[in-house]
C-alpha cells in the first residue's frame, strides 16, 4: 500500500513537470520524444536523426529563457527543424543557440518570429516572405548565412520578450553576410509608441561586417537609422554596416534615394544606380513573340543564346546601363540574322512554261503558231515564248507599337481619407492607370482610375487604413491602349 502512494505521487509530479515544460513523459532512451509548445501547437524529436518537427495550429509560446522550452534538454542533438504549415508564429528564444543547419524553411502560414529566435545557430538560408513581422535579433549572429532577402511589407516590430522598444536588428552582427537585397520596406519602431511605414528595421544589418552589395529594389524608403561614427571614425550605429564601403544599388531621383543621402550614408558607401530596363523589356518581348519554326537552326541557336544572355542581364539589378543597351542591341541584331528557311524542290512543282498565267497577247497570237519567224527580222513577232509580268506580292504592314515604359517614382502623401499619387512623367504615355487596394495583391477594396496628369488624388477611403498603390502609363495607337509595365507597389496609411 506504501509502495502504490508512493508510484502515485511520483507520477503525478511526473505529470506536473511534463505540463510545466511542456515534454511528454518517456524514457530517456527513447528515439522520439514530444511534447506541447503551444495551446494547439506540438513538437516531436526523432533523435535518431535530429530531426525536430513542429506541427499543429495557432502560435507557439514566447519565453525569456530558452530553457523554458520542452525540448532545450536536447538542443545539441537536434540538427534540422520542420516548421508545418499551420504555424502562425514561433516564439522567442524558441531555437536559441540551438545547432540547426542548412536551410530554413518557413511556411506560408507564419505572421511572426520572435526576438531571439534563431540566435546563433548553424542555418545556411531562410525565406522570409510578404507580411510577416520580425522581432528584435530573431536571426542575430547566423555566422552561416550569406544572402538574404527582405520581402515587401515585412515589418519590423517589438514581441512581449523583447527588452527594448527598438531593438530591430533581426540580422545584426551575421558575419557572413555579403548580400542584401531589399523589395519594399515596412512598418518600423522608431520609439516608444511611435511608428514610421516604409521603412527599414534600426539595426537591422549592423555589424555585418562582411557586406559587400546592398540592393534595394524599391523607391519609396522613407525611414533607415542614420549612419552613426565614433571620434574615432569607426562606425558605431546605423541600418547598414558601411565600415568596408559596401555598394548600394538604388534608383536615381527615388525617395530611396534621398533617405540615404539624408542619414550619412553615400559617406562610405559605394552608390550605383539602377539600369534603365525598359528597352530590353520591350527588346525580348518582341523577341518571345517571334515563331521560330519558320528559321534556319544554326540562325535560331545564334538567336536563342543571345536572348538567354538578354534575360539573364535583367533579371540582374546590378547590371550595368552600357550591359543593358549591349543586350538591346545585340538581340535586335540577332533577330535581324534570322534566317528563313529554303524550300526544296519537289516533284509535284510545277515546271517550264506551264507555269506561266494566260495573257491577252497569248491568245492573240493562236493564228500565228505555223509561223516560223527569226527572231532577229524587225517587224515580225518572236517565236520565243510570250514574257509575262510577275504578279506583284502585296505585304500588309505592320505597324510595330513600342509600349510606354514602367512608371517610376511613386510616391504618396496622407490625408483624412484620402492619398495624393504622384509620379514621375513617362514620356510618350496617353495617359495612366492607377491601381489602389488594402492588400498587397490588390484583390480587397480594389479602386482603379485614369488619368491624364501624373498625378491623383484617391478619395472615399477608409481613415487610418493602410492602402497598397501601383502605377503604369498606357499609350492609343491604331485605335486601341497599349499598357506599360506596373511600377513598383507602395503603401501609406491614410489619416
Known amino acids: 500500500m506504501f509502495f502504490k502512494k508512493i508510484m502515485t505521487t511520483v507520477l ?26 503551444g495551446e494547439n501547437v ?34 545539441d542533438e537536434i540538427k534540422d527543424v520542420v516548421i508545418e504549415e499551420g504555424i502562425t508564429s514561433i516564439g522567442g528564444r524558441a ?53 538574404v532577402t527582405i520581402p515587401n511589407d515585412l515589418d519590423f516590430l517589438d514581441t512581449p520578450t523583447s527588452n527594448a522598444p527598438r531593438e530591430n536588428a533581426a540580422f545584426c552582427n551575421c558575419e557572413s553576410l555579403e548580400k542584401v537585397i531589399i523589395k ?26 562582411s557586406l559587400k552589395e546592398i540592393i534595394i529594389d524599391c523607391e519609396n524608403i522613407e525611414y533607415v537609422a542614420p549612419v552613426e561614427f565614433n571620434a574615432e571614425g569607426a562606425q558605431q550605429g546605423g541600418t ?11 534608383y536615381k531621383d527615388s525617395t530611396t534615394e534621398e533617405t540615404l543621402k539624408r542619414t550619412g550614408y553615400f559617406r562610405n558607401a559605394n552608390i550605383q544606380y539602377i539600369a534603365e530596363f525598359s528597352a530590353l523589356e520591350t527588346a525580348i518581348e518582341k523577341a518571345e513573340g517571334i515563331e521560330t519554326d519558320k528559321y534556319t537552326d544554326e540562325s535560331v541557336s545564334a538567336f536563342n543564346e ?8 535583367l533579371e540582374d539589378l546590378t547590371s ?56 532577229n527580222t524587225p517587224g515580225t513577232p518572236s517565236t520565243s515564248a510570250p514574257t509575262t509580268a510577275t504578279p506583284k506580292v502585296v505585304t500588309p504592314v505592320v505597324t510595330t507599337v513600342v509600349k510606354p515604359a514602367k512608371v517610376k517614382a511613386v510616391k504618396l502623401t496622407a490625408k483624412k481619407k484620402k492619398l495624393n499619387v504622384s509620379w514621375k512623367k513617362v514620356s510618350g504615355a496617353t495617359g495612366y492607370e492607377v491601381m489602389s487596394a488594402t492588400n498587397n495583391k490588390f484583390t480587397k477594396n480594389k479602386k482603379t482610375v485614369t488619368v491624364k496628369k501624373n498625378k491623383v488624388t484617391l478619395k472615399k477611403l477608409k481613415p487610418k487604413k493602410k492602402y497598397f498603390v501601383k502605377v503604369r502609363a498606357y499609350k492609343l495607337a491604331n485605335g486601341r491602349k497599349y499598357f506599360g509595365k506596373w511600377s513598383k507597389v507602395v503603401k501609406k496609411k491614410t489619416k
Open 184 to 209: 519594399g520596406g515596412g512598418t518600423v519602431t522608431a520609439g516608444y509608441n511611435y511608428y514610421v511605414e516604409n521603412g527599414i528595421g534600426d539595426d537591422l544589418f549592423g555589424g555585418c561586417t
Open 12 to 37: 503525478a509530479a511526473a505529470l506536473v513537470v511534463s505540463v510545466l515544460t511542456g515534454e511528454a513523459v518517456s524514457a530517456e532512451d527513447s528515439e522520439i520524444v514530444t511534447g506541447y509548445c
Open 240 to 250: 547598414f554596416w558601411i565600415e568596408n564601403h559596401p555598394t548600394f544599388y538604388i
Open 320 to 375: 550595368t546601363q552600357e550591359e543593358v543597351d549591349s543586350a538591346v542591341k545585340a538581340l535586335n541584331s540577332a533577330i535581324k540574322a534570322l534566317e528563313v528557311k529554303k524550300d526544296e524542290p519537289t516533284s509535284s512543282e510545277p515546271t517550264g512554261n506551264s507555269s506561266e498565267p494566260s495573257t491577252d497577247n497569248s491568245s492573240n497570237s493562236s493564228g500565228n503558231n505555223n509561223q516560223s519567224q527569226s527572231p
Open 306 to 313: 543571345v536572348l538567354k544572355n538578354g534575360k539573364v542581364i
Open 95 to 147: 531555437f536559441y543557440q540551438t545547432p540547426l543547419t542548412g536551410d530554413l524553411i518557413l511556411p506560408k502560414s507564419l505572421k511572426k518570429i520572435g526576438t531571439y529566435a534563431f540566435f546563433l545557430t548553424n542555418i545556411t538560408s531562410v525565406n522570409l516572405h510578404e507580411e510577416m513581422s520580425l522581432g528584435g535579433k530573431s536571426f542575430s549572429q547566423c555566422n552561416y548565412i550569406k544572402e
Open 42 to 75: 506540438k513538437w516531436s524529436l526523432d533523435r535518431s536523426i535530429g530531426v525536430l518537427t513542429i506541427s499543429g495550429m495557432g502560435d507557439m509560446y514566447s519565453y525569456s529563457k530558452a530553457e523554458s522550452w520542452g525540448y532545450h534538454r536536447y538542443r
